[in-house]
């Protein structure tokens, strides 16, 4: 009987302990009692502009405080790039998109705050105007050149990129002996013609419509990576040579979008944004 008196005594003290954490927790206190920050919306109209040209936009703020230490426009800078090779041999084509920040989030305009954007209809702040885009983010892009042009190749296309473009247009050849000699042998003199016999053995098969035996050359399975290295090592501007249309198969575009926010700090040091906006520069 003592014990259990004494286990239920432990119990209503843990409850009452645990109760009394939840209404008097200081953390909890902190976060209710906090700084709030201005309430910010931001819309623009038309999310597409040229380099050079300015962004309109409307935004809308208030604080609590009514008490505004800055007030701005801010945008970071996103570039997205695509890369394209494309082989005449095959008409195989690799494609490449890579995103990334170009610029990290800063501010582009300031504005002072006026009493005399209070809109008494919306009950905010509201401010009409425009921003600036800088000529230096107009798109850039090149597509099938005249003339090949090395240091713009290293300069433009990733390596990986290139890469993956010897290692898909191996894939696409099939493991066929005629493209590949005529790539390695006859065209480009990277293994002489023995040692490459030596690479492929004979798969005799029958002949579906009752003809003779169908002989096929395959390349063995051990000598697959090595065939690959000798494909690799053909210069890129013989692979994407188009010889009919007498250009080189090679495409890079890069192009900007601009995340944007408007950007208030209230009497309170305590900074808002609204949410981001994209626009794309062309």
């Not at 005594?9 to 109760?19: E, M, P």
């Not at 090779?85 to 990290?104: C, K, N, P, Q, Y």
């Not at 209070?118 to 600036?132: A, G, H, M, R, V």
Request: glycine letters at 6%; a negative charge; proline letters at 3%.
């Amino acid at each position: 009987m003592n014990n259990t008196i004494k286990l239920l005594s432990g119990l209503i003290a843990g409850i009452v302990f645990f109760a009394s954490c939840e209404i008097n927790d200081p953390v909890d206190d902190i976060v209710r009692t906090g700084n709030i920050g201005a309430n910010v919306y931001m819309v623009i109209p038309s999310t597409n502009v040229a380099a050079g040209n300015e962004v309109e936009f409307h935004a809308e703020y208030w604080s609590v405080d009514d008490q505004f230490k800055s007030i701005g426009i801010w945008y970071s800078i996103i570039a997205n790039y695509k890369y394209e090779l494309t082989a005449s041999m095959t008409g195989f084509t690799h494609v490449m998109d890579s995103i990334e920040l170009a610029r990290e989030l800063q501010e582009i305009k300031s504005y002072e705050h006026s009493a005399g954007n209070y809109n008494t209809e919306e009950y905010s702040y509201q401010i009409d105007d425009k921003f600036p885009v800088s000529y230096t983010l107009a798109t850039t892009s090149i597509k099938d050149v005249d003339e090949y042009n090395q240091d713009q190749v290293d300069e433009l296309l990733p390596k990986v990129f290139i890469n993956g473009f010897y290692e898909g247009f191996f894939q696409s050849l099939n493991n066929d002996y005629d493209k590949l000699k005529e790539l390695v042998v006859i065209n480009d003199t990277i293994v002489d013609a023995e040692t490459f016999e030596s690479y492929f053995e004979t798969v005799t098969t029958e002949d579906p419509a009752g003809g003779d035996p169908i002989e096929t050359k395959v390349l063995k399975e051990d000598t697959v990576p090595t065939m690959l290295g000798y494909v690799k090592e053909i210069p890129l501007d013989h692979l994407v040579y188009d010889t009919n249309k007498q250009v080189y198969k090679i495409g890079y575009t890069r192009f900007f979008e601009l995340e944007t926010q408007f950007r208030v700090v209230n009497g309170n040091d305590v900074e808002n944004f609204s949410e981001a906006k994209t626009v794309t520069v062309s």
